[in-house]
């Protein structure tokens, strides 16, 4: 895997590398990976969910409670639920969303696939993901998978982060680079 030993190097790469190896070992990849889809979402949509992932004032063992709990309404898997458990233990609930990225980054070079993250203004439609993700393609000669996040303050336009590459066509760097241009 290309991005492993960087992914390995910070904590919630080494939780998500964890949770990669069950997954994999225990055949069970695309339904961790599914839930762990469902656990973003919920995460975005629900901000009791936020809340309760990122308040240091929630006991472990309230938190394990409520984890479970939303495990099971989620419908997660097993081994989705038993993970968020752990994390609930350790305290590490608040390094999901890293966790969940990383797992994706680990799950796409093992299907043989690139991770693009892509940040927009506003939220893209499924046609232009599609003629994304083809562009992409074209340009690196692989399948890619793209991570999709919502910025306003870009205004307009695309970021998008492929491994070390960074395309940034968004009208708030142009404006930027045009206000430097004028200073002189």
């Given at each position: 895997?290309?991005?492993?030993?960087?992914?390995?190097?910070?904590?919630?790469?080494?939780?998500?590398?964890?949770?990669?190896?069950l997954?994999?070992?225990?055949k069970?990849?695309s339904q961790?990976?599914?839930?762990?889809?469902?656990?973003?979402?919920?995460?975005a949509?629900?901000?009791?969910?936020?809340?309760?992932?990122?308040?240091p004032?929630?006991s472990?063992?309230?938190?394990?409670?409520?984890?479970?709990?939303?495990?099971?309404?989620?419908?997660?898997?097993?081994?989705?639920?038993?993970f968020?458990?752990?994390?609930a233990?350790?305290?590490?609930?608040?390094?999901?969303p890293?966790?969940?990225?990383?797992?994706?980054?680990?799950?796409?070079?093992?299907?043989?696939?690139?991770?693009?993250?892509?940040?927009?203004?506003?939220?893209?439609?499924?046609?232009?993901v599609?003629?994304?993700?083809?562009?992409?393609?074209?340009?690196?000669?692989?399948e890619?998978?793209?991570?999709?996040?919502?910025?306003?303050?870009?205004?307009g336009?695309?970021v998008?982060?492929?491994?070390s590459?960074?395309?940034?066509?968004?009208?708030?760097?142009?404006?930027?680079?045009?206000?430097?241009?004028m200073?002189?």
């Amino acid at each position: 895997m290309e991005n492993s030993a960087g992914i390995q190097a910070s904590l919630s790469g080494r939780y998500a590398t964890a949770l990669f190896e069950l997954a994999r070992d225990s055949k069970a990849l695309s339904q961790v990976e599914a839930s762990l889809a469902t656990v973003a979402k919920a995460l975005a949509e629900s901000t009791d969910f936020k809340a309760l992932t990122a308040s240091p004032l929630v006991s472990r063992s309230d938190a394990t409670k409520a984890v479970a709990a939303v495990a099971k309404s989620l419908k997660l898997d097993a081994t989705t639920a038993n993970f968020l458990g752990v994390l609930a233990e350790n305290r590490r609930l608040g390094k999901l969303p890293a966790i969940i990225r990383s797992f994706r980054q680990l799950a796409a070079a093992h299907r043989g696939e690139t991770t693009a993250e892509v940040i927009s203004a506003h939220p893209l439609s499924a046609d232009q993901v599609d003629a994304l993700k083809q562009q992409l393609r074209t340009r690196v000669g692989r399948e890619v998978t793209v991570d999709l996040s919502v910025d306003p303050s870009l205004l307009g336009g695309l970021v998008v982060k492929i491994g070390s590459q960074m395309i940034d066509s968004s009208i708030k760097t142009r404006l930027n680079s045009l206000a430097h241009a004028m200073k002189g």
